[in-house]
């Protein structure tokens, strides 16, 4: 009776579980029947004829009941809900009517031969129904473990020895040496306590296609992933295997955390929202995600609406993401940046006989023109971004833009460390103006007349392609990191340009990361970590 005492009260702690509740019932149930049990052999307890049969007859009456428990809990754990219908109110009836039955043909006293037929009916059909139940709760339990991977033969010996044990112990066990209850009890006590520590038994495992096919739209465009009370894939849409290239039978039963590592250590409790990085067949995308309960659905849980699962909604927002930043920074110098410029050349344009001030209108219209070009080729750059990836040597590329700019600026000097060859899966076009921009930003804004740049290419470890390009001038300011980390501008503060966002936007595109450090012993290190699309 302790070590059933004690398991119940350990279920108990962790209550709020899906199928909890009934599990706990059917620990009580065996713990009440411990207690029948115990205190019958008390020889205090168990004296005068009255009290003495209160002891068995209770140990008869829970053991009858048991199964019906049983049964309650396995449909639950196979997610037909857990609540109290119709049908499972009769199921418990079917046992109880009897014993009612037999206790008042007992308080009625009818002569021998008419009781005794009757009680026989009577406890006949209790006994019968109990059987049915226990092994229809087994045939349920048995035929989930054919059908989900995390629960294994040996978590439905375990649970089913727990039940059966009592009963077989009870009639085998020869009783003038020990009580056959008392000892099937504690083998049944020390099989449920090794259930509990060891499988998910109160979890609740909902048949894939009573979950996720009847509650879940399988051509959904987003990824749905339908998930246990532990974070276990339960079962997940054609585009989640699409978008991870895992096949949805390999899904089932495996951590979310495995699949979509960008959900590690996310709470996911239901009603949660947000967005979160996640490494697809695409490259690093960002997605919007939700959180919704799955509850009981169909006749077996029509008054039953408590949750047997969750739903992760998994909706791609790079593209968005990345547009809204671009049409945000591209109004912005439309009408922050041009307009100035504008402005500067009105007012020289009164004044054009002026050589110096001439110059200033040449200057100021070239830098509006080579704005407005940038602008141009990153709309551009966005649309090639959006294609079918391609074989990519990112060493080639690299190589090629580092030869253009040293042709270029013979006063540089521009050094690379680069493998012979690196090639992923990518765009070449998009690759190589990311390079050129990271290396003429860093010429053009150097302090010295003989700017020097690193370039370095390698394989990453946590990535397929990590490219750094580092130079010696003033840095990033801190405010045009925070204002790219942000991921947005306002009239109060906003970039200097727009070649970092450039960066950044085609970066994001390619599924990529970028990161900014300080040079040594000054400067900066800018440091693109792209990904193959086709690991």
Do not use: C
């Not at 109880?96 to 009757?118: D, M, Q, T």
């Not at 349920?140 to 059908?147: K, N």
């Not at 047997?308 to 591209?330: H, S």
């Not at 405010?479 to 085609?506: M, P």
């Amino acid at each position: 009776m302790t070590v059933l005492g004690w398991t119940t009260w350990t279920a108990y702690q962790s209550r709020e579980q899906p199928v909890a509740r009934s599990y706990i019932a059917l620990l009580g149930s065996l713990t009440l029947w411990a207690l029948f049990a115990l205190v019958g052999e008390l020889p205090v307890l168990s004296s005068g004829h009255y009290i003495s049969s209160v002891w068995p007859v209770g140990q008869f009456a829970v053991a009858l009941f048991v199964p019906a428990l049983w049964t309650l809990y396995t449909l639950g754990y196979t997610g037909r809900g857990s609540g109290l219908t119709a049908w499972r109110s009769l199921m418990l009836a079917a046992i109880a009517v009897p014993l009612l039955g037999s206790g008042v043909v007992i308080g009625i006293g009818p002569p021998e031969g008419v009781a005794e037929p009757i009680l026989a009916w009577l406890l006949g059909t209790a006994i019968l129904t109990a059987f049915g139940l226990f092994v229809y709760g087994t045939y349920l339990l048995v035929g989930l473990s054919r059908q989900h991977v995390r629960v294994s033969a040996g978590q439905v010996s375990v649970l089913t020895g727990g039940i059966a044990v009592p009963y077989l112990v009870g009639l085998s066990v020869d009783s003038s040496t020990v009580s056959g209850s008392a000892l099937g009890l504690l083998v049944s006590g020390v099989l449920f306590t090794v259930a509990l520590r060891r499988y998910p038994v109160m979890t609740g495992f909902p048949k894939s296609d009573y979950v996720a096919r009847s509650r879940v739209v399988e051509a959904l465009q987003e990824a749905v992933i339908v998930l246990d009370w532990e974070d276990h894939v339960l079962d997940a849409n054609e585009t989640t295997a699409r978008l991870f290239d895992i096949p949805s039978s390999t899904l089932i039963g495996e951590p979310l955390e495995s699949v979509a590592e960008g959900f590690r250590g996310v709470g996911l409790t239901t009603g949660t929202t947000g967005t979160v990085t996640l490494q697809t067949t695409k490259g690093r995308r960002r997605f919007q995600y939700s959180v919704s309960a799955v509850d009981g659905a169909g006749p077996a849980s029509e008054n039953d609406r408590s949750p047997v699962a969750r739903a992760l909604l998994l909706r791609d927002v790079t593209d968005q993401q990345t547009r809204d930043q671009r049409l945000t920074v591209l109004n912005r110098v439309l009408r922050h940046n041009v307009r100035n410029k504008l402005d500067v050349v009105l007012a020289h344009a009164e004044l054009v006989d002026d050589d110096e001030l001439q110059r200033g209108i040449q200057e100021n219209a070239s830098d509006l023109l080579d704005r407005s070009n940038k602008a141009r080729e990153a709309e551009q750059l966005m649309t090639d971004s959006l294609e079918s990836p391609e074989p990519v040597d990112i060493a080639g590329v690299t190589r090629e833009v580092v030869d253009k700019f040293t042709s270029e600026h013979p006063e540089s000097t521009i050094t690379l460390a680069a493998p012979d060859r690196l090639t992923i899966s990518s765009h070449r076009t998009v690759v190589r103006e990311v390079l050129a921009e990271l290396i003429d930003n860093a010429l053009a804004h150097t302090e010295t007349a003989e700017p020097t740049v690193r370039v370095t290419v390698s394989e990453g470890t946590e990535a397929a392609a990590r490219i750094s390009v580092a130079d010696e001038g003033p840095g990033i300011p801190e405010r045009e990191r925070r204002i790219l980390h942000n991921g947005t501008e306002t009239q109060l503060e906003h970039g200097q340009g727009i070649g970092l966002w450039f960066v950044n936007w085609a970066v994001t595109q390619l599924g990529g990361d970028l990161s900014f450090a300080e040079n040594d012993p000054k400067g900066s290190v800018v440091t693109v970590r792209l990904y193959d699309t086709e690991y």
